[in-house]
């Protein structure tokens, strides 16, 4: 499993988001009580940027029609999403942020 380096823990704040470009991919990086997620960076509903949402708990809501997606498993939690989007494993080194797209989890909109 190939982990590539991101972002800084601390470019993140905790409650936040943050959209990283990962071998060519949108990603979200999102930090919530001191965790930290990597979800596929599009709503499987329009097509924009979650990382322009805003986080609420354990979820991440698409700042133009409000879909919500578990940040821990990426399935939509609030319509009008219906699909998931794919999420990613996440490894921290220090302040490092590193993410690995092998054997991408919850590929159901063929992100994998």
Not at 50 to 60: A, I, N, P, R
Not at 81 to 102: F, H, W
């Amino acid at each position: 499993m190939t982990f590539v380096k991101v972002c800084s823990l601390s470019d993140i704040p905790d409650g936040g988001v943050a959209g990283v470009e990962v071998q060519g991919r949108p990603v979200a990086i999102v930090r919530r009580d001191g965790e930290v997620f990597a979800l596929h960076d599009v709503c499987s509903h329009a097509e924009v940027r979650l990382s322009e949402g805003e986080v609420y708990d354990d979820t991440l809501e698409c700042w133009l029609h409000g879909s919500c997606f578990d940040i821990r498993t990426g399935k939509p939690t609030g319509p009008p999403a219906t699909r998931p989007v794919a999420v990613y494993r996440v490894m921290l080194d220090g302040d490092d942020v590193l993410v690995s797209l092998d054997g991408t989890e919850n590929a159901e909109n063929g992100e994998s």
